[in-house]
């Protein structure tokens, strides 16, 4: 498949079959995470991979929805502060980093047929106390991931001319 038609098929999926993601599945799919480009190659981030039921119950407490509950694995993506790169302004990169490594792992994941979510909105001081996390490790994203179980309609994108500004000189 090309990348164009990967990019395409990827959505937010709120529901899973009970298939499991298997191990090799899993290795790939952080292969690519272990890939993503950063700021000045520092890799400021933890990818936890939880597959337990004990790890699965805490991360559910974390974000108590029902369709989330329906994922088998879980990839908790944290963003290493006291190791991102910071621009001369101030401005750290870390989050910047974090994305576009969450993003290398939704793609791959949609190259295996498998479906994820950002989940950005939950409770991360729960999952830092829940997952023994330091004051430099903050979670940024939660991904479930699986197989996924629903029909999927493709949103409206904008236009180019409503994105793209061209500069000629």
């Not at 395409?8 to 993601?21: D, F």
């Not at 792992?105 to 997952?131: H, I, P, Q, S, Y």
């Amino acid at each position: 498949m090309k990348l164009l038609d990967i990019i395409k098929n990827r959505y937010s999926c709120r529901a899973y079959t009970a298939q499991e993601v298997t191990k090799e599945q899993l290795e790939y799919i952080m292969e690519c995470v272990r890939m993503a480009p950063s700021a000045v190659n520092k890799q400021p981030w933890r990818f936890r991979v939880i597959s337990g039921e004990a790890g699965k119950a805490k991360v559910r407490q974390c974000y108590d929805r029902q369709w989330f509950s329906s994922a088998g694995t879980y990839i908790i993506a944290s963003v290493l502060h006291n190791e991102e790169w910071v621009r001369a302004d101030g401005k750290a990169h870390g989050n910047i980093d974090i994305s576009i490594a969450v993003e290398h792992l939704c793609l791959a994941a949609t190259e295996l047929g498998l479906g994820t979510c950002w989940v950005c909105n939950f409770d991360a001081a729960k999952c830092r106390e829940l997952f023994a996390m330091t004051d430099k490790e903050e979670p940024a994203v939660i991904i479930p991931i699986g197989y996924p179980d629903c029909e999927v309609t493709p949103k409206k994108r904008k236009e180019m001319a409503e994105i793209i500004i061209e500069e000629q000189d």
